[in-house]
């Protein structure tokens, strides 16, 4: 028997509360003769058991049912780890980062951990961009990392951290990310004020290098506001962070952002995609390294481009009125009813990404060529079985080659003219692009703050203009997404289920999965 890891400091940060929240899955022992497999989720799980059989035992870090976006790992988990003999992530930053820290922390020397969406590309997996909704009518502000940090040693598991250090303005200003069941997570909040003795612990956000997540802004009074920002390199989790460089970020809250003082001729930005900006290849080159990486025109992430914070002010207009939410968890923001003035985070949930979509499966042929790079890895670490994983694959494989059949036939029988879908989240890319079905938009449900007239009458509009006859959400958000399943009553749309990371107890398994989602927009939108 091979030499374990025991658990190590890394297992001090994961979640207890998961255990009772989930049901108990496969645990992963040394005593087990079978391969013991771990993988982050349950698709990528699923896969795993079609091509190794009886040979192999295979747990998945996120439960069935919950948002690999969010999820944070058990004890459960991470002992699985220690006991994997392979490991598969779909990454491309699909996980959660505790997730991948998680992993890569507690794997044993020398085991196999393997990035699906990126080794598949070998294996001819066609890759997208990410595209995201840009119909917001104020700016979408969001913080990112651009470059590796590989200058620096950095990996996948590194931390950037940047730090909130001071506000000043006529009010309370807050940054906060509203999670995929509702909590808000707060990463700024200056009206407890800024603690350097705790390394402003409190009013810090994390990211992975090369990533960019999405962040509501809140600001409690007109006028005009300049936070403080610094950012630090975390390579390893007990390494002395590297300082990265210091800026001054400027917001016109429901004034003139013309008549900031001292900002005369200043560029100004208030539609489109903007992110606070921390770039690791320019502080290697000791260039700046914190600023604003903003399209106004929202065209994407490769139509974005460098502004100095000195020069630009972001504008929070006072259509970006909106009221504080009930209940306690948004207390920092005031008492539930008040007015205040807010740059909505537009996309719900914990949602770190990249620049391009991590949501393959979506596709089959990109399914097949997870298999093959799953076949081969499991033949280098156990060569005696070679012979069961080829022959469980290509079984397989013809039964996935036969599903993008069935998926492209059934949704073929679907007029061009009504292959439309709408939903609520951002992971049908590939669905599109494969099977010829338009995504005309992404209906995000903001639990944080309720829709404004202008998003509703968006939403009327396009289901009208293009005569939809149905909009599509994943199981797990219907219950969090009133305003599309009230405006679809008002409408007569039906609002029907698609899959898109997870399993429940009615779809246990990829290829249910998928010819679900096809039968599901066939039998909603065909006339």
Not at 28 to 37: E, H, W
Not at 204 to 213: F, K, M, R, S, V
Not at 275 to 297: K, M, N, W
Request: aromatic residues 8%; charged residues 20%.
């Amino acid at each position: 028997m091979r030499a374990r890891w025991l658990i190590g400091p890394a297992l001090l940060a994961v979640s207890l509360g998961n255990l009772a929240a989930c049901a108990v899955p496969e645990t992963l022992s040394a005593a087990d003769d079978r391969l013991q497999v771990v993988t982050t989720t349950g698709i990528l799980r699923d896969l795993v058991d079609n091509v190794g059989g009886d040979r192999v035992a295979v747990a998945s870090l996120v439960p069935d049912g919950a948002d690999p976006h969010s999820y944070e790992p058990s004890l459960r988990d991470v002992r699985n780890v220690v006991y994997a003999d392979v490991a598969f992530s779909n990454y491309l930053l699909l996980e959660e980062h505790a997730i991948i820290k998680a992993l890569d922390a507690n794997l044993p020397e020398g085991v196999p951990n393997i990035s699906l969406a990126e080794g598949a590309i070998k294996y001819a997996a066609e890759i997208i961009p990410l595209v995201e909704d840009f119909s917001l009518d104020t700016i979408w502000l969001g913080m990112r990392v651009r470059g590796t940090g590989g200058t620096y040693g950095a990996d996948r598991v590194s931390d950037i951290l940047l730090q909130s250090t001071n506000v000043t303005g006529p009010g309370a200003m807050a940054a906060y990310l509203t999670e995929s069941f509702g909590n808000p997570a707060v990463y700024l909040d200056s009206a407890d004020g800024f603690d350097a003795a705790t390394g402003y612990r409190d009013d810090t956000a994390t990211l992975p290098p090369d990533a960019h997540t999405h962040m509501s802004w809140a600001f409690t009074e007109p006028g005009v506001y300049r936070l403080t920002m610094s950012a630090r390199l975390a390579v390893t989790t007990d390494s002395r962070p590297v300082a990265l460089g210091e800026q001054t970020f400027t917001f016109a809250v429901g004034v003139d952002p013309h008549s900031v003082p001292g900002m005369a001729g200043a560029d100004v930005l208030r539609g489109g995609h903007a992110d606070i900006t921390v770039d690791l290849d320019a502080a290697a080159r000791g260039e700046p390294s914190l600023y604003l990486f903003a399209d106004p025109h929202g065209a994407g992430d490769a139509h974005q481009h460098v502004h100095d914070p000195a020069d630009t002010v972001i504008e929070v207009p006072n259509k970006a009125l909106a009221q504080v939410p009930a209940g306690r968890d948004f207390r920092f923001l005031g008492r539930p009813g008040t007015e205040i003035f807010q740059l909505p985070q537009a996309v719900l949930g914990k949602h770190v990404h990249g620049e391009i979509d991590p949501h393959l499966w979506q596709n089959v042929r990109n399914v097949i060529a997870y298999t093959e790079l799953i076949r081969d890895t499991l033949i280098g670490v156990d060569p005696a079985g070679a012979a069961d994983y080829r022959r469980h694959a290509a079984a397989y494989i013809a039964e996935l080659t036969a599903l993008d059949d069935y998926v492209r036939d059934t949704i073929a029988r679907i007029p061009p003219a009504r292959r439309h879908l709408i939903t609520t989240h951002d992971a049908f890319g590939y669905l599109g692009a494969a099977y010829d079905v338009q995504i005309s938009g992404f209906v995000s449900p903001h639990p944080a703050a309720e829709p404004s007239l202008a998003d509703r009458r968006r939403l009327t509009e396009t289901i009208r203009n293009l005569r939809v006859p149905a909009v599509f959400l994943e199981p797990n958000l219907r219950s969090r997404s009133s305003t599309l399943t009230e405006l679809a009553d008002d409408l007569d749309v039906r609002v029907c289920d698609i899959y898109g990371d997870t399993f429940d107890d009615r779809v246990t398994s990829y290829v249910e999965l998928m010819r679900f989602n096809a039968e599901s927009l066939l039998d909603c939108l065909a006339p």
